[in-house]
């Protein structure tokens, strides 16, 4: 197998990164919301049924993967995607992929099991997202 070239290495990393983002069903759910169009936290908070914290710490992991944005309105911050058509194309392409796989997700050594020092929740920096 051919070694690669750092840039080939940083790619894969940065890739990595990216596909973190995608890695928990929460945050695939709020990037699925943010598709509707612009919403604040607490309407996250109500859409996913979590506490506004961690809603607050996917957004900060969604942010720090350059999926997500924010600007100030009063008190408050909208959020919305930062590629909204390019997002639509991943998730078309992923149900794509999992209809050719069918179950074979499911029978994946890590379906469903955190990895290496994984915690719920785990954002990239320690920034909040309120």
């Not at 961690?54 to 720090?64: E, I, M, P, W």
């Not at 911050?77 to 050719?100: G, I, K, V, Y």
Request: net charge negative; proline share 5%; hydrophobic share 40%.
């Amino acid at each position: 197998m051919p070694m690669s070239t750092p840039q080939q290495t940083d790619l894969l990393d940065a890739a990595a990164c990216l596909f973190h983002g995608f890695s928990d069903p929460t945050r695939l759910a709020i990037l699925r919301h943010l598709a509707l169009g612009e919403h604040r936290v607490t309407d996250l908070v109500a859409h996913v049924g979590l506490a506004q914290s961690t809603v607050s710490q996917h957004l900060a992991c969604l942010r720090d993967c350059g999926l997500v944005t924010s600007r100030p309105v009063g008190r408050a911050s909208l959020w919305s995607l930062t590629h909204p058509d390019a997002l639509e194309s991943l998730f078309a392409a992923a149900e794509q992929l999992l209809e050719r796989t069918g179950e074979a997700v499911t029978l994946c050594a890590d379906h469903g099991v955190a990895g290496p020092g994984a915690r719920p929740g785990h954002t990239h920096a320690a920034r909040s997202a309120s």
